[in-house]
Structure formats: structure tokens, C-alpha cells
């Protein structure tokens, strides 16, 4: 088993900054890959950024390219999404995710976290 636990969610206006953050514990071998996703009030959960833990490739969604950055401190199995110029679209609860593979599908996912809100407003 892994547990994530997500941290930093809160509300900003538009154009702001937020920094997230997901502490993993337990079998953390099991799982090469960290990502996260995003799910707004009546729209499907959705892929946003991905990084492996041993050789930090990374991967984004083209909506937020340019604007996030997924980065890794494997001292402390934690990974963060920084998200700037944020955006009122960008609005969700944001879920950290684990799997074996880089993968934008839910179903491929092995673990998420409980999710934290981000607010932004315009």
C-alpha cells in the first residue's frame, strides 16, 4: 500500500501562485511514477503533470504547460506542483496520483490521495 497525502490548496485570484505538495509513505518502490490530477464540479478527472521518481522525467497537460512544474525531493518521497498565471479554468480539487507507468488515464492509476481544493478567482 501507499499513502499520499496532499498539502497547499487554498484560494487566489487570477495570475496568482500556488504551490502543491503530496508526502508518500509506505511501499513507495511499488510505484516509479508521481502525478497529479484535477477534477472540476460536473467534468471528469483529468490528467495535468506526471514525474518519475528515479530519472525525473516529466510530462504536462497542454493546458497547463508553461504555467506548471512538477518536481521531486526523493530524500523525503514528496512531490510538488508549482502552478503560476494561474487561471479561474484551473479551479478543481487537485488529487495526487502513484502508478508503476506514466499514464494520463485514471483507470492506470494504483493510488491517489484524498485531493485538496484550489480556488481561483477572477
Known amino acids: 500500500q501507499v499513502q499520499l497525502v496532499e498539502s497547499g490548496g487554498g484560494s487566489v485570484q487570477a495570475g496568482g501562485s500556488l504551490r502543491l505538495s503530496c508526502a508518500a509513505s509506505?511501499?513507495?518502490?511499488?510505484?516509479?511514477?508521481m502525478e497529479w490530477f484535477r477534477q472540476a464540479p460536473g467534468e471528469e478527472r483529468e490528467f495535468v503533470a506526471a514525474?518519475?521518481?528515479?530519472?525525473?522525467?516529466?510530462r504536462y497537460a497542454d493546458s497547463v504547460k508553461g504555467r506548471f512544474t512538477i518536481s521531486k525531493d526523493n530524500a523525503k518521497n514528496t512531490v510538488h506542483l508549482q502552478m503560476d498565471s494561474l487561471k479561474p479554468e484551473d479551479t478543481a480539487v487537485y488529487y495526487c496520483?502513484?502508478?508503476?507507468?506514466?499514464?494520463?488515464?485514471?483507470?492506470?492509476?494504483?493510488?491517489w490521495g484524498q485531493g485538496t481544493q484550489v480556488t481561483v478567482s477572477s
Open positions: 496520483a502513484a502508478a508503476k507507468r506514466m499514464v494520463i488515464s485514471t483507470t492506470s492509476i494504483d493510488y
Open positions: 509506505g511501499r513507495t518502490f511499488s510505484s516509479s511514477f
Open positions: 514525474i518519475g521518481w528515479n530519472f525525473g522525467s516529466t
